[in-house]
């Protein structure tokens, strides 16, 4: 993939859009003078070979790929017009026709990757129109692959879904970890022995299913067998409904997802 290629982030100036921004920048996927980001009121410090603009029109004037890093709130009044540009919307709901309809485009993407991109450790599913070309997938994957992982999966509807298995699930170990800090500290351990012991469990548990080519349900079930201190707490939390909050949590993000889509 050329480093020539003019890639325009509306919504450069935030979390998601910055750090994708970063990612393609550190990997050499772009040069920095030919990344274009929008920004709403104050021009962040970063990217200071780019180009910043607050008129989204400029950007994507300026720019062979626009990548929609907004939210869809914010998306609704957007008027850019992208010629028939290759467009990527990491926003949340919004369908591939109305994103075609909206910038005048068929060659359109949705894609989901997570806040695990400021790290290159993202997951991103995404799903193209029929328009895209071969060489916008490449494109899509060059984007993507520089965050993380990527797959490109069949249908819409996957992309709702994952929109929380995925998209949002950075923060569900970080929910656990909050939970696990709080009964340290409530059964007297001092917060900071709490902070290190959980913030170590969390990261050491994702160095090792990443590492071990066994099925999660396969790890759990060793624990399981060894019928030690793992396996009580494992089935004092499935006791207390752990798996059912879990199936709660992805069904109400996968209702929120296409929710989003559907506000005029």
């Known amino acids: 993939m050329s480093v020539s290629l003019r890639i325009g982030i ?19 996927l772009v040069d920095p003078r030919n990344l274009c980001l929008s920004y709403r009121s104050r021009q962040p410090d970063r990217f200071p070979d780019s180009f ?6 400029e950007l994507a004037d300026r720019s062979d790929v626009i990548l929609l890093s907004i939210r869809p709130d914010d998306w609704h009044p957007l008027a850019l017009d992208a010629s028939d540009k290759l467009v990527i919307s990491v926003m949340a709901g ?20 997570n806040a695990a ?5 993202s997951y991103t599913p995404w799903i193209g129109a029929n328009d895209i070309t071969r060489y916008d997938r490449d494109v899509v994957r060059a984007i993507f692959e520089t965050c993380g992982s990527e797959d490109e999966v069949a249908r819409e509807s996957d992309i709702d879904y994952l929109t929380g298995l995925s998209g949002s699930g950075p923060a569900f170990p970080a929910l656990l970890a909050a939970a696990m800090m709080r009964d340290a500290v409530i059964r007297g351990l001092p917060a900071e022995v709490a902070r290190r012991a959980v913030k170590a469990v969390i ?21 399981l067998d060894y019928r030690g201190t793992t396996a009580a707490a494992i089935e ?20 929120k997802s296409v929710g989003m889509g559907a506000v005029s």
């Open 203 to 223: 990261s050491g548990a994702g160095r090792l299913l990443e590492r071990r080519n066994e099925c999660p349900e396969d790890i759990v079930q060793t624990f």
């Open 117 to 121: 991109a400021e790290v290159g450790k």
């Open 52 to 57: 910043w603009t607050t008129d989204s029109q």
């Open 94 to 113: 919004i369908r591939l026709g109305a994103l075609a309809e909206r910038h005048k485009t068929g060659r359109v993407v949705r894609a989901l990757p």
């Open 236 to 255: 004092g939390m499935r006791a207390a409904g752990f798996d059912a909050a879990v199936g709660e949590g992805l069904s109400a993000a996968f209702k």
């Open 10 to 28: 509306v919504g450069g100036g935030g979390w998601l859009g910055g750090a994708i921004a970063g990612t393609i920048v550190d990997s050499g």
